[in-house]
């Protein structure tokens, strides 16, 4: 079975990201990121590729846009729902959704598992990760960061399967 992972960082109210930005810097946030997603493909919206601090497979990417003149890289391919999106990606063992909001709550259906970075702040979004019916995972792991030099912010990273 295909894992199809979502993976973000969120507030304690789920604010993800403010004018296509995200909301915070976390260095060792950003390194589990690497870690995890190394050699795996990524799928995300038109936005979260177009933003300045986009984050881009060096192996392989799918976005979901209707948009028809978006110029891409050749590892790069444009899907027009997220069906198509994992279509596309079908022959991969594990790909990770990457947002935003909007493909988010589109694709969460479909998703298997989760890598959800908590920061434990409450901070002023306008993207939002969508509600979890909570009962449908398990935790699998979780790792407490507290505030640091280099984090402003404690956070947790988390890992849920999903079990219904």
């Given at each position: 079975m295909q894992r199809i992972a979502a993976i973000a960082a969120m507030s304690e109210n789920r604010a993800i990201g403010k004018n296509n930005k995200l909301l915070w810097k976390l260095p060792d946030d950003w390194a589990n990121f690497r870690r995890v997603t190394a050699g795996k493909a990524f799928i995300m919206g038109r936005k979260s590729y177009e933003a300045e601090d986009a984050l881009i497979s060096d192996y392989r990417n799918v976005i979901i846009t209707h948009q028809k003149d978006l110029k891409v890289p050749e590892n790069t391919l444009i899907a027009n729902s997220p069906e198509e999106a994992l279509e596309?990606?079908?022959?991969?063992?594990?790909?990770?959704?990457?947002?935003?909001?909007?493909?988010?709550?589109?694709?969460?259906?479909?998703?298997?598992?989760?890598?959800?970075?908590?920061?434990?702040?409450?901070?002023?979004?306008?993207?939002?990760?969508?509600?979890?019916?909570?009962?449908?995972?398990?935790?699998?792991?979780?790792?407490?960061?507290?505030?640091?030099?280099?984090?402003?912010?404690?956070?947790?990273?988390?890992?849920?399967?999903?079990?219904?």
């Open positions: 596309l990606v079908q022959d991969e063992s594990e790909v990770f959704v990457l947002g935003g909001a909007a493909i988010f709550k589109q694709m969460l259906p479909m998703v298997n598992y989760l890598y959800l970075t908590i920061v434990h702040h409450v901070f002023d979004g306008d993207a939002y990760f969508p509600e979890i019916d909570w009962s449908d995972w398990r935790l699998i792991k979780s790792d407490y960061h507290p505030v640091d030099k280099d984090h402003a912010y404690p956070f947790s990273l988390n890992e849920y399967e999903l079990v219904r």
